[in-house]
C-alpha cells in the first residue's frame, strides 16, 4: 500500500471539512479595468491593460494565459502583493473597496513558494495555526484541524515533519497541500492560489482542482487561482476561467464554454487537441502570428455577467486571538522549532563551546596569571567575544527566511507583528544566556580560570554583548530582501567593529568621522568589561614590593612588568590601550552596549512592523 492509499483509505472514516458544511455568505470579488504600468516617462510601461472580472462565491476562478501573459501580476494586485509600478484600478469586495484590513479578515493566500515551518509536523503545524486564529476550544480547534487534515489527504502524513533541502519531510505535493491546509483554518470567504498545481503529478493536479471545485461548492468560498499549464483533466476542474494576454482579456467566462467560443471566433479546436492547449496556443504572443493574438483579443467582448453580491460579508467573530494568546502560542510554537532546529541557537552554543575550547587550549598558559601572560589573558578575551559574536552571521540568515513565513501568516490574519516580536524576545534572552555559558563556563572557567567570583557578572556582560548583535543580525536580516546583503553587511559591522574596539588602533589615531565608529561599537564595551572582571580582583604573580621604583613594584628586572593587583596590571596596560579601564564603569559600559543594542532593536521593530504589514494599494483610476 502506499502513501497515497493510506490517505485515501483514512479519508473514508474520519468527517472532512466537506462535510462540515460551513457555509459563509455569499461573496462576490470584483475588479474593473485594473492596470499595472512599470517605469516611469518615456520609459513607461503597461503591463496589465485594463482587465476587469469577478470571483463569486461558491466557484473557482482559473486565470490562464501563455507565459509572460500577466497572471502574476493580476494575482499580485488582487492580493494587494505588488513589488513595485503602479497599480490602478477597482477592486471590490461585495461591494466595498478591498482595503488591507479587509483583506486580511475575509481572503486567504496560498503563495507559489510553500512557507511551511521545516521542523513542524502536518498536524503541529496547523493546530498552532488553529490556536493563532481561532477563538475556540481546544476540542473544537482539534476536530477542525483533523477536518481538514482529512480533506487534503494528509491522514498518513500526520506526524510527518514539514521539511526543507536540508531535512526530509513532506513531499512537494504534500507540501501544497498543507499551505492549502492553513489557509483553509480561518474559513476565508476568498482563497486566491498562486500555481496551486505546480509540483504536482497529473493525477494529483486534477485531485486538488477537484477537490477545490468541491470546497468552494460546499463551503460557498471564492476561489480565485492562477494556472500554467492545465491538463484536460485540471481543466475541467474549473468553474470559470479567464484567460489573459499580453495584459489584455482574450475570454472570460465558463469553462465549458470555451471550445464553442474558440469556434465561434474562428479558432476551433483541431481534432485530437484538448481545449487547454488549444487556447493557450491560440494567444500565445510569442509562438502564434502577432496579428491573430490581437484579433482574438479585440474580438473579445466582456459580457460577463456572473454574480454581484453586495450584502454583508462573512461572521468573523470566531476569528482573530488577543496579542498575549498569539504571544503565548508563538513562544510554544518557536520555542519547539529553536529546540528542534539547530540552525538557529542549538548549533552555535555547539560551535561556541568547540571554537571558546580551542582559544582556551591555545592559551592556556594564560593561566598562570604571570606577568608575562598579562596581554595574552586580554587577547584571550578578545578572542572569546570576537568569534563567537561572528557566528550571528547565521542569524541573519534565518531571521531572514523567518520574516517571509511572519509576514505571510500576518498577511492572512493569523497573527500581529507585535506578538511576534514579543515572542522573539521571550525565547531569545534565556538563550543568550545559555550560548554564554555555552562559550565561558568550560573554556574560560574550567580551562583558564577566569576570576570565579565575577561569573554571573561577566554571564551576563557577555549575553548581553551577544543580544546586541543578535538585533544587529534581526536588522540586517530584514533590510534586504536577500538574505546575502544581510550576512555581508553584518559581517561588515563585525569587522568594524573589531577593528574600533580600541585594542587594534588607539582611538585617539582615527580620524574623524571614522572615530566615530569606536562609540557604536559593541566589542569595546564589552571588552572593557570582560577585562575589568577578569582581572581587578585576581592576584598577579612575578612583581614584587619594590620602594625604588616610582611604581611601587617591579619584576626581578623583567621589563614585562605590570603590577601585583588587578588595579596595577590594569593600569599599566592602559598605557598601551586606552580601551581598558582600570577604574569601575562597568554599569557605564553596560548602559552604552545595552543603548546600542536597544537603538538597532527599534530599528529593526519599525521596519518589521512596516515590511510585514506593507500591503500594495490599488488607487482609483485617474480621471
Ligand atoms: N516590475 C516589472 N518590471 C518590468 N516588467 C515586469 C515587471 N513585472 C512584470 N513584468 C513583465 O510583465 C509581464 C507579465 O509578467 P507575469 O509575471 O505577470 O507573467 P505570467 O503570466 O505570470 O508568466 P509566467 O507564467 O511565466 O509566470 C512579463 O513580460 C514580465 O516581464
Known amino acids: ?19 462540515l458544511q460551513e457555509k459563509g455568505n455569499d461573496t462576490t470579488l470584483s475588479f474593473k479595468d485594473v492596470r499595472f504600468e512599470v517605469g516611469k516617462k518615456e520609459k513607461r510601461k503597461e503591463i496589465l491593460h485594463g482587465v476587469s472580472g469577478q470571483v463569486c462565491s461558491g466557484e473557482v476562478l482559473a486565470i490562464l494565459g501563455p507565459s509572460g501573459a500577466g497572471k502574476t501580476c493580476l494575482i499580485d494586485l488582487l492580493t494587494l502583493e505588488g513589488k513595485g509600478g503602479l497599480y ?10 478591498l482595503t488591507p484590513e479587509l483583506f486580511t479578515k475575509y481572503c486567504s493566500t496560498v503563495p507559489q513558494v510553500d512557507r511551511l515551518w521545516a521542523f513542524l509536523t502536518v498536524e503541529e503545524t496547523l493546530m498552532y495555526t488553529a490556536d493563532l486564529l481561532l477563538k475556540a476550544t481546544q476540542e473544537e480547534k482539534r476536530r477542525r484541524v483533523d477536518a481538514i487534515i482529512n480533506t487534503v489527504g494528509l491522514d498518513g502524513s500526520r506526524h510527518t515533519k514539514c521539511g526543507n533541502q536540508f531535512l526530509k519531510g513532506l513531499s512537494g ?21 498562486d500555481e496551486p498545481t505546480s509540483g504536482l503529478d497529473a493525477a494529483a493536479a486534477a485531485s486538488i482542482m477537484g477537490f477545490l471545485k468541491e470546497l468552494a461548492k460546499a463551503s460557498n468560498i471564492a476561489i480565485c487561482c492562477t494556472i500554467h499549464q492545465p491538463s484536460s483533466a485540471v481543466f475541467n476542474g474549473f468553474d470559470r476561467i479567464m484567460l489573459l494576454s499580453k495584459g489584455r482579456v482574450a475570454y472570460l467566462g465558463p469553462a465549458h464554454k470555451t471550445e464553442s467560443y474558440f469556434a465561434n471566433i474562428g479558432y476551433p479546436v483541431p481534432h485530437g487537441d484538448s481545449i487547454a492547449e488549444h487556447m493557450l496556443n491560440v494567444v500565445n504572443a510569442e509562438f502564434s502570428d502577432p496579428k491573430q493574438v490581437d484579433e482574438i483579443l479585440n474580438q473579445f467582448q466582456q459580457n460577463d455577467s456572473g454574480c454581484n453580491h453586495t450584502g454583508p460579508l462573512g461572521d468573523v467573530s470566531s476569528k482573530g486571538t488577543s496579542i498575549i494568546a498569539q504571544t503565548m502560542t508563538l513562544v510554544r510554537r518557536h520555542g519547539l522549532i529553536t529546540y528542534r532546529d539547530p540552525s538557529m541557537y542549538v548549533g552555535r552554543m555547539i560551535m561556541f563551546l568547540v571554537a571558546c575550547i580551542f582559544f582556551a587550549v591555545i592559551y592556556i598558559e594564560s593561566r598562570s596569571r604571570s606577568q608575562d601572560q598579562v596581554f595574552a589573558r586580554m587577547w584571550l578575551v578578545l578572542w572569546f567575544l570576537g568569534v563567537p559574536s561572528s557566528l550571528g552571521v547565521v ?36 538563550f543568550m544566556i545559555l550560548l554564554s555559558l555555552f562559550a565561558l563556563a568550560i573554556p574560560a572557567y574550567g580551562m583558564v580560570k577566569w576570576y570565579g567570583p565575577h561569573f554571573v557578572q561577566v554571564v551576563m556582560m557577555y549575553a548581553l554583548t551577544l543580544w546586541s548583535f543578535e538585533a544587529a543580525a534581526q536588522l540586517f536580516s530584514i533590510t534586504f530582501d536577500n538574505p546575502l546583503m544581510g550576512m555581508l553587511t553584518y559581517m561588515n559591522l563585525w569587522f568594524a567593529g573589531f577593528l574600533f574596539c580600541g585594542i587594534m588602533v588607539r582611538e585617539s589615531d582615527v580620524i574623524w568621522p571614522f572615530r566615530a565608529m569606536s562609540y557604536i561599537t559593541y566589542l569595546k564595551w564589552a571588552i572593557k568589561n570582560l577585562v575589568y572582571l577578569d582581572f581587578i580582583d585576581a ?70 512592523v512596516r515590511k510585514s504589514k506593507k500591503a500594495q494599494l490599488v488607487y482609483p483610476i485617474k480621471m
Do not use: H
Not at 505535493?173 to 492560489?193: D, H, I, K, M, Y
Not at 531572514?400 to 534572552?429: C, D, M, T
Open 173 to 193: 505535493g504534500q507540501r501544497r497541500r498543507l499551505s492549502l491546509a492553513v489557509a483553509l483554518v480561518g474559513s476565508p470567504s476568498v482563497l486566491f492560489l
Open 1 to 19: 500500500m502506499t502513501n497515497g492509499d493510506v490517505e485515501q483509505a483514512t479519508m473514508k472514516k474520519a468527517p472532512s471539512l466537506l462535510d
Open 88 to 97: 490602478t484600478g477597482d477592486v471590490r469586495l461585495n461591494g466595498s473597496p
Open 539 to 608: 592576584t598577579w604573580t612575578g612583581a614584587v614590593d619594590d620602594s625604588s621604583s616610582p611604581t611601587g613594584f617591579s619584576c626581578n628586572g623583567s621589563e614585562l612588568c605590570f603590577g601585583r593587583t588587578g588595579k596595577e596590571v590594569l593600569s599599566s596596560m592602559k598605557a598601551t590601550y586606552s580601551a581598558i579601564d582600570s577604574e569601575d564603569k562597568l554599569v557605564e559600559n553596560a548602559m552604552i552596549l545595552l543603548a546600542i543594542g536597544c537603538a538597532y532593536k527599534l530599528i529593526y521593530v519599525i521596519l518589521f
Open 395 to 430: 542569524a541573519t540568515y534565518v531571521y531572514n527566511e523567518e520574516f517571509f513565513a511572519i509576514k505571510r501568516e500576518v498577511k492572512n490574519g493569523l497573527l500581529s507583528p507585535y506578538s511576534y516580536l514579543l515572542a522573539n524576545l521571550i525565547i531569545q534572552i534565556p
